[in-house]
């Protein structure tokens, strides 16, 4: 089993920064894709970001790029993203994710595991 668990979420204001941490557990968790989705009130989940276990294969969604960055600690099992020039649009609970394939994250195909999620709130 993988569990993952997000931290650093908070409020705000717009043109600010956070980073947000997910840390997973489970032995085979180091070589998975991991990957961040978003869900706004009354809107769809949507996909943010992810990175290929070898960290050689990195996928935005558009709405994201130039803004955010994912990385992740292989040492530490730890997927970050780093949010700057938030706007409200961004406002959001932000899901951590894992999967064997970086395809599955970045294309809609289900997931494996999911973490509980964080909220982000940004404010005007």
């Known amino acids: 089993q993988v569990q993952l668990v997000e931290s650093g979420g908070g409020l705000v204001q717009a043109g600010g920064s956070l980073r947000l941490s997910c840390a997973a557990s489970g032995r085979t968790v180091s070589s998975y894709a991991m990957g961040w989705f978003r869900q706004a009130p009354g809107k769809e989940r949507e996909f943010v970001a992810a990175i290929s276990w070898r960290k050689d294969s990195i996928v935005y969604a558009e709405s994201v790029k130039g803004r955010f960055t994912i990385s992740r600690d292989s040492a530490k099992n730890t997927v970050y993203l780093q949010m700057n020039s938030l706007k409200p649009d961004d406002t959001a609970v932000y899901y951590c994710?894992?999967?064997?394939?970086?395809?599955?994250?970045?294309?809609?195909?289900?997931?494996?595991?999911w973490g509980k999620g964080t909220q982000v709130t940004v404010s005007s």
């Open positions: 994710a894992a999967d064997p394939s970086i395809l599955s994250l970045s294309r809609g195909r289900p997931v494996k595991y």
